[in-house]
């Protein structure tokens, strides 16, 4: 079992940049494949990024490449997601995922969700 807490959302400017935190309780943390998710109102939940469990793999859809990086510190429980150079169309909840072992781009294969984090946007 996984206990998943998202931090670090908040209203921001364009331009502006963000880190996302989340926590996630129990031991074999270090075993699953991470992903962070968003889900703006009337929209379905997509895929933002994924990593593996050591890290070594990752990967970002066409539309926060270059702008967004997740990682992961095993050590502390905890994977990240540093947003720079936001736009307004990042706006969204934003949700982390667990899932054990490989790495998956949909949302149907992660076992474990947190709560959510809202980052908004202004122009």
């Known amino acids: 079992q996984v206990q998943l807490v998202e931090s670090g959302g908040g209203l921001v400017q364009a331009g502006d940049s963000l880190r996302l935190s989340c926590a996630a309780s129990g031991r074999t943390f270090s075993s699953y494949a991470m992903g962070w998710f968003r889900q703006a109102p009337g929209k379905e939940r997509d895929l933002v990024a994924i990593i593996s469990w050591n890290g070594h793999s990752t990967y970002y859809v066409d539309s926060v490449k270059g702008r967004f990086t997740i990682s992961r510190d095993n050590a502390k429980n905890t994977v990240y997601l540093q947003m720079n150079s936001l736009k307004p169309e990042d706006t969204a909840v934003y949700y982390c995922?667990?899932?054990?072992?490989?790495?998956?781009?949909?949302?149907?294969?992660?076992?474990?969700w947190g709560q959510g984090t809202q980052v908004t946007v202004s122009s």
């Open positions: 995922a667990a899932r054990p072992q490989t790495i998956s781009v949909s949302r149907y294969d992660y076992d474990y």
